[in-house]
């Protein structure tokens, strides 16, 4: 812990000479990773975006980078029974026309694809807006599902409605053990 403890102390005193400030104090002794995020693509962003602040030294991002759309993962729910799947992904501010599901084949099986852009808000004129604070995704969201072998993909079904989108995957009734016998060799 103290080699830990130690590359913590390194960072905050480069952060200081680089800025002139004190490191920002953490009101928790680490950031959570969000459960909807791939573990290792969230330490890569942070670490860019760990490198960019310390390059930038003023902390500020650049106006390049704010240019710069976004991609973000929605967070899903799944839920199912014996005849269904129903697969709930939380979209926020995305509208109907802004939103793509399809089925993919490959070669482990199916997959169900989401994709969108969240657009970002104008103004009254439809001017742009300058970013002072954004802490919600905007841009490209894209998120992957594995389907079942017994999902039936040519009667799946979306819906969205208020923010949330619903699909339908039906499903074949699974094998039963009664079905199960040895198969002889010969």
Do not use: C
Request: charged residues 20%; aromatic residues 2%.
């Amino acid at each position: 812990m103290t080699e830990i403890d130690d590359t913590i102390g390194k960072v905050e005193n480069l952060y200081r000479s680089l800025t002139g400030q004190e490191a920002p104090e953490l009101k928790a002794p680490f950031a959570p990773i969000p459960a909807e995020r791939d573990p290792v693509e969230h330490v890569q962003e942070q670490m860019e975006r760990l490198n960019h602040l310390l390059g930038t030294a003023s902390g500020q991002p650049s106006t390049q980078q704010q240019q710069q759309p976004q991609g973000w993962t929605p967070v899903l729910s799944l839920w199912e029974t014996n005849e269904e799947l129903l697969l709930s992904i939380d979209l926020p501010g995305v509208n109907r026309q802004g939103v793509e599901v399809n089925i993919q084949g490959t070669p482990q099986g199916n997959v169900l694809i989401v994709t969108g852009r969240r657009q970002p808000p104008t103004t009254n004129n439809g001017g742009k807006l300058v970013p002072l604070r954004v802490e919600h995704a905007i841009g490209v969201l894209r998120r992957v599902i594995p389907l079942p072998l017994t999902a039936k993909t040519e009667q799946i079904t979306s819906t969205l409605q208020d923010g949330v989108l619903l699909v339908r995957i039906p499903r074949q009734p699974q094998a039963t053990a009664s079905n199960a016998r040895p198969i002889p060799i010969t």
